[in-house]
C-alpha cells in the first residue's frame, strides 16, 4: 500500500501546517528507532537461531548417550531398576523456572533449572549394577539441561519472530503510508496557502487601483466645481452678470495666451 497521492482531509491553515510538520517530525524519529529497533531484534534472532542449531546437534549425541546409558544400567542391575529408583524418589530433585529478559523492549521467557533437593538413592543398584544406575542419572540429568536450555531458545525464538514482523509491519507503514501521507498534506496545504497569498495580493492591487481612481475622480469632481463657482464668485465681487464674469475669464485666458506666444 502506498502513501503517493494520498493525503489527509485537512483545512489549510497555517496552525493545521504546522501540527503536519510536528505530526512528520515524529514520525520519522518513530520510524527510525523502529528501525534500530528492527535491527537489534534480528541480530538477537539470528544469535539464538545458531544457539539452537548448535544445541539440537549436540541434544542427538546427549540422547543417545542417555539411552545407552539407561539400556547398560537395565542390563546391569535388571529391570526391576525401575521400580527401585520410583520408590526412592518422592518429589523431583531437578525443577524449572522462568524469567523475563529484556531485549529492545521485548520481554524473552528464559527458562533454567535448579536443584530443589538430592535424590535419595543409597539402595539403589546396592545388589548389583549401582555404578551403571549413577551413570545413568547423570546422563540424564545432562540431557534435561540441554533440553531447557533447547526449550528457552525456542521460545524467545518464536516470541522473536513475532515481536521482527510487528515491528517490520511498523516501519513499514510508517515508511510507506504514514510519512508520504503527510508529506503530501504538508504540500497540499502549502499549495492552498500560496494560493490565498496570490488571491490576496491580486485583490488588494484591485483595491488600491479603485482607490486611486476614485481620488482621481473626486479630484476632477472638485476642480471642475472650482471651475464652475469661480465666475459666480467674480460676478458677486464686480457686480456684473455671470455671462460677463465668463466673457471676463475668457478674455483674461487670450490675453495670457497672447503674452505667451508673443
Known amino acids: 500500500m502506498s502513501g503517493q497521492g494520498q493525503r489527509l482531509n485537512v483545512v489549510p ?7 503536519m510538520k510536528a505530526r512528520l517530525v515524529g514520525a520519522t524519529r518513530g520510524h527510525a528507532l523502529l528501525k534500530k529497533k528492527s535491527d537489534a531484534l534480528t541480530v538477537q534472532f539470528r544469535r539464538i537461531l545458531k544457539k539452537i542449531v548448535s544445541t539440537k546437534e549436540s541434544m542427538g549425541e546427549i540422547m543417545k548417550t542417555s539411552s545407552f546409558s539407561l539400556t547398560e544400567a537395565k542390563y546391569v542391575a535388571g529391570d526391576n531398576v525401575k521400580h527401585i529408583v520410583l520408590e526412592n524418589v518422592q518429589n523431583a530433585s531437578l525443577k524449572v523456572r522462568s524469567r523475563q529478559e529484556n531485549i529492545a523492549g521485548v520481554k524473552l521467557p528464559k527458562f533454567e533449572y535448579f ?8 539402595l539403589t543398584g546396592l545388589a548389583r549394577g549401582g555404578q551403571q544406575v549413577q551413570h545413568c542419572r547423570a546422563a540424564y540429568v545432562k540431557a534435561i539441561e540441554v533440553l531447557v536450555e533447547l526449550a528457552s531458545l525456542q521460545t524467545s525464538f518464536l516470541t522473536l519472530d513475532e ?24 504540500s497540499y496545504i502549502k499549495g492552498e496557502l500560496d494560493e490565498l497569498e496570490r488571491e490576496d495580493f491580486f485583490r488588494l492591487k484591485k483595491i488600491q487601483g479603485y482607490k486611486k481612481r476614485e ?25 456684473v452678470s455671470v455671462g460677463a464674469a465668463h466673457n471676463l475669464l475668457s478674455a483674461g485666458l487670450e490675453k495670457d495666451d497672447d503674452n505667451i506666444i508673443f
Open 13 to 19: 491553515t497555517v496552525t493545521m501546517l504546522g501540527v
Open 115 to 122: 536443584t530443589d533437593r538430592e535424590t535419595k538413592n543409597d
Open 163 to 186: 515481536a521482527i514482523k510487528t515491528t517490520n509491519r511498523r516501519v513499514n507503514a510508517l515508511e510507506n503510508v504514514v510519512k508520504p501521507r503527510l508529506e503530501n498534506t504538508i
Open 215 to 239: 481620488i482621481e475622480r473626486q479630484v476632477a469632481s472638485a476642480k471642475l466645481f472650482a471651475e464652475e463657482k469661480f465666475p459666480e464668485k467674480i460676478s458677486l465681487e464686480r457686480g
